[in-house]
């Protein structure tokens, strides 16, 4: 199966579609045309500079590295703003870690929404509402329960002047645009500070069996209740 296959097919009960490749989208903006497309390869990563302002996660040559890496792995996908052949934005998808109650082998058919930034010159210019679009467009992402574990630790509070609960209010509703609501779980992540939330949303092509497993992994200590 190679990228840009976007034929669905079936083992066993789990339905997934591999790195459907969207349809480029040119959007302009103050600055400039902007392109944003994908799914990426790890080569095509390493041959766009990150752009300087994108280091809310780590400097942007490591940055550039992770986002290879994310890339090559088996259902990882990286979707991209381009401007001047620089990375200006990015949105990342692969399954969820291994020691996650979401692993692949608990509850196959899950991929987790790693992060999405846009560099700091460039943001309010709707980079990332248009990358989430994309990534969502044309059901790509039907097959999957996409998750996002949205820690108030990983957010750029300082870079934005926003307060916790601003900054949660204004994720919740970007996400919100491509139809990942907040979900109760247990994970005791989630439950370190009341400002952290577990976001998903379930596609339509997810199978009933897939759902139930999904449902049974967000509460797993009810014996504290
Ligand atoms: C979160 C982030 C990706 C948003 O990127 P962006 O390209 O600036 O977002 P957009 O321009 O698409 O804005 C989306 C919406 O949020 C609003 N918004 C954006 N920045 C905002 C801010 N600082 N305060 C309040 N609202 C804001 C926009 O007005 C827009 O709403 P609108 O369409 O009604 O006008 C960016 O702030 C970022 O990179 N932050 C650091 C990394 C991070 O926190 N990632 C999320 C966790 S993984």
Redesign the pocket.
């Known amino acids: 199966m190679t990228a840009g296959d976007n034929k669905l097919w079936k083992v066993g009960v789990i339905i997934t579609a591999v790195n459907v490749l969207r349809t480029p989208r040119i959007i302009q903006t103050e600055r400039g045309d902007v392109t944003i497309l994908g799914p990426i390869t790890a080569e095509e990563v390493l041959r766009h500079d990150l752009d300087e302002g ?1 280091s ?2 780590r400097p942007p040559k490591e940055q550039q590295k992770a986002l290879a890496e994310i890339a090559a792995l088996p259902e990882g996908q990286v979707i991209v703003a381009i401007h001047d052949a620089r990375i200006i ?1 990015y949105v990342t998808f692969h399954r969820p870690e291994e020691f996650e109650r979401w692993a692949h082998n608990q509850v196959p058919g899950m991929l987790e ?8 010159q ?10 989430l679009e994309v990534a969502f467009s044309g059901g790509a992402l039907d097959a999957y329960i996409i998750i ?1 574990t ?1 820690y108030y630790w ?3 509070l300082k ?4 307060s916790v609960w ?2 949660q209010k ?2 919740e ?2 996400f919100n645009r491509v139809g990942l609501r907040r979900v109760g779980t247990d994970e005791p992540d989630i439950l370190a500070h009341p400002a952290n939330m577990l976001m998903a949303r379930v596609g339509p092509l997810v199978p009933q069996d897939t759902v139930l497993l999904f449902e049974e992994s967000l509460y797993q200590n009810r014996w504290m209740f």
Do not use: C, N, V
């Open positions: 994108l809310a996660f934005g929404l790693g992060a999405i930034e846009t560099s700091k460039w943001r309010g210019m709707h980079i990332s509402s248009h990358l996002a949205e990983h957010w750029d870079g934005t002047g926003l601003e900054y204004f994720l509703s970007l």
